[in-house]
């Protein structure tokens, strides 16, 4: 199997000022085209500690990727002590000068001295082409080893993974002739963890070379498939195998596969539908608006939303009647219904959800605790609403709040919309 590496670079992620979201990419990336991710870790702009990290993964990795420190400032170490650590020296490379030279006129820019230094990358070193920024990466091959450095800029390290990366792990897999892993994830909704575990029971009872993880959150819950092979076909030919064994125990809850989740699903049957759909939002703020418009087509569907925070805004913006928010209150099934029906008519929508709710961490009842949520939706000439209770923190309350709207709108969509 191929094991690979990622290190870490940048005091700015070791004292958590920017989220580490590179080593995520990478790792997706690596593990998708079949080779093992063994290993993460994330250091400070340090030569001594770029040389410990090294000398240790060398131990087990067949490739070790590191990102960061690229940059032409002071504070930006990396290629100087991949130099000192190979017992080589820093050579200005044409390729990566000519490259430098074409992005800066093309944003009329003026090259300093500063930015030549950027086009020096090791001597023993092969150059990774960086279209986008100025940071080039380069690949070092050394006592059977591969070290890829790559910038820290994710839009500049995308490009060269995108561009380079993916040829070379694909190159040393079949050198190596060893075996690979595949994962595929199937997304489920509408059921908890240890419910989904029941139902599919213990990996052994299928007596199939897998491996199975449940990752359950907010908008539900991953079943992470894993399978080794001799090659992709093969280990994919496993989890195909296993996934035929259980696809009928768990059909009605799958929502999408790998990065497919809910909102693709819903988008997709939506806009094959010809469907219009419209929020009218209290506790969540907007949040489930956001979420419907966050991939591309979104337009395609949604026609718009309102946050009515306040009792004001609902009677004034929702024309929520007052004597609803007198007796049954601003979080309950009646206030739920008229919102939902309410912007249905608004935004002349085929489809209308609302949330109001005692997201926390004050506010909460005897009758009406923190995390009480009344959820409605209004299609055709339709009005329904329920009732929920998702816990006492402020932040999954919204966010569970919002899925389980999402999950309510693809129930609704599939009942009452098939063709």
């Known amino acids: 199997m191929l094991n690979i590496s990622i290190i870490t670079i940048g005091d700015e992620i070791l004292i958590g000022q920017i989220l580490n979201s590179n080593v995520q990419f990478l790792s997706d990336f690596c593990t998708k085209l079949g080779a093992n991710v063994i290993y993460h870790s994330t250091i400070g702009d340090n030569k001594e500690a770029l040389f410990r990290e090294l000398n240790y993964v060398f131990d087990f990795s067949d490739i070790v990727i590191t990102t960061g420190g690229l940059g032409p400032t002071e504070d930006d170490i990396t290629k100087q002590s991949i130099c000192e650590y190979f017992n080589d020296n820093l050579i200005l490379n044409n390729e990566v000068l000519d490259n430098i030279k074409e992005l800066f006129k093309q944003r009329n820019r003026e090259l300093k001295d500063l930015h030549y230094k950027q086009a020096e990358i090791p001597s023993k070193s092969i150059p990774l082409e960086n279209r986008v920024g100025t940071a080039p990466g380069f690949l070092i091959n050394e006592k059977n080893k591969t070290v890829i450095v790559l910038p820290g800029v994710p839009s500049e390290m995308k490009y060269i993974v995108h561009n380079s990366l993916g040829k070379i792990i694909e190159r040393k897999i079949i050198e190596k002739n060893s075996e690979v892993i595949k994962y595929k994830t199937i997304n489920t909704a509408g059921i908890f963890e240890s419910d989904l575990a029941e139902i599919i029971g213990s990996k052994l009872d299928y007596n199939d070379e897998i491996s199975l993880a449940y990752l359950p959150s907010t908008k539900g819950v991953r079943l992470r498939i894993g399978a080794k092979g001799k090659n992709l076909i093969e280990a994919q030919q496993k989890i195909l195998n296993f996934e035929n064994k259980i696809l009928n125990k768990i059909s009605k809850y799958i929502i999408g596969y790998d990065n497919n989740d809910l909102i693709n699903l819903i988008k997709d049957n939506l806009i094959n539908k010809n469907l219009t759909i419209s ?141």
């Open 279 to 419: 929020t009218a939002e209290s506790c969540t703020g907007g949040l489930l608006g956001s979420i419907l418009t966050s991939i591309d087509g979104s337009s395609k569907y949604y026609l718009g939303g309102i946050i009515t925070y306040s009792n004001e805004a609902k009677n004034k913006l929702l024309n929520v009647n007052n004597e609803t928010l007198m007796v049954y209150g601003a979080v309950s099934f009646q206030t739920a219904e008229e919102m939902a029906k309410n912007v249905k008519d608004l935004f002349k929508s085929d489809i209308s959800i609302s949330i109001t709710g005692i997201a926390g961490p004050t506010g909460g009842t005897i009758d009406k605790p923190i995390g009480t949520v009344f959820i409605g939706i209004a299609f055709k000439d339709k009005v329904q609403s329920y009732k929920y209770n998702f816990g006492n923190d402020r932040l999954q309350n919204r966010e569970r709040a919002c899925y389980q709207s999402l999950l309510l709108i693809n129930n609704i969509i599939y009942e009452n919309f098939s063709n």
